[in-house]
């Protein structure tokens, strides 16, 4: 998988912070990248959860930074995730089993329990027991086994990278919370996302106004 360039992540960073870019989630993450990550310290997160990273996220966190500026409000740290606005450590349980395979090739979104939203006016109880049921079963972290969120896009809608199995390397949208499933997410071209091609793609996006002439006076 192609990586990042350090210096063209950290110049593009930089004419963003400058221009006092309004993209979307960078009043969050100020377009500053966390301090980089040495090899022990990815290493020993590998080794703890039986995976290895994909290579080009495993060059960002060790060449260019541990999360920070990034698509929506940036890239969440090794290991961490979002807690009402702030960061907190994930475990297994959380996340899924990490060595285990991600078990989908394609778009996901089973909602054949969920009850019918005008049952909560007919019968309440029944609705409420139905509902607890279905988000058991629509939630369990079995789903996301093989993967990790490695951003928050607002809403409670997350990125996943995958790490396991045939669809590792790859970012997957966790969507569950407005009840659209797990789908792949693909660039602009149609490809697959990779984390490298996908953060490329946000630097790009948001250099555009930047690069665009200006309009003035004739």
Same mark, same amino acid.
């Given at each position: 998988m192609p990586e990042l360039n350090y210096s063209r992540v950290a110049d593009a960073l930089a *004419?963003? +912070?400058s221009s006092e870019s309004n993209v979307f989630g960078a009043e969050a993450h100020g377009f500053d990248l966390n301090p980089?990550? =040495?090899e022990a310290t990815v290493a020993m997160f590998e080794r703890k959860h039986g995976v290895r990273? &994909?290579?080009? %996220? +495993? @060059? #960002?966190?060790?060449?260019? /930074? =541990?999360?920070?500026? /990034? &698509? #929506? %409000? /940036?890239?969440?740290?090794l290991g961490k995730?979002?807690? *009402? #606005?702030?960061?907190?450590d994930w475990v297994e349980g959380d996340v899924g089993v990490l060595s285990e395979e991600f078990p989908f090739d394609k778009e996901w979104n089973d909602l054949s329990t969920k009850p019918d939203d005008d049952l909560i006016d007919r019968d309440e109880a029944r609705y409420s027991k139905q509902m607890e049921a279905f988000e058991g079963t629509y939630w369990r972290v079995a789903l996301v086994n093989g993967a990790f969120p490695i951003c928050h896009q607002g809403c409670a809608l997350r990125v996943?990278?995958?790490?396991?199995? $045939?669809?590792a390397g790859y970012l997957w949208d966790? +969507? +569950? *919370? $407005? %009840? @659209?499933?797990v789908k792949p997410i693909h660039l602009a071209d149609g490809s697959p996302a990779t984390f490298s091609g996908w953060y490329d793609e946000w630097l790009k996006r948001s250099l555009e106004p930047l690069d665009s002439p200006k309009s003035g006076p004739p």
């Open positions: *004419s963003l +912070r980089r990550l =040495n990273l &994909p290579s080009d %996220y +495993r @060059a #960002f966190l060790t060449s260019i /930074g =541990n999360g920070g500026a /990034g &698509p #929506f %409000y /940036g890239v969440f740290p995730v979002d807690d *009402s #606005f702030a960061l907190r996943l990278l995958v790490v396991t199995g $045939e669809q966790d +969507r +569950r *919370s $407005e %009840y @659209a499933g």
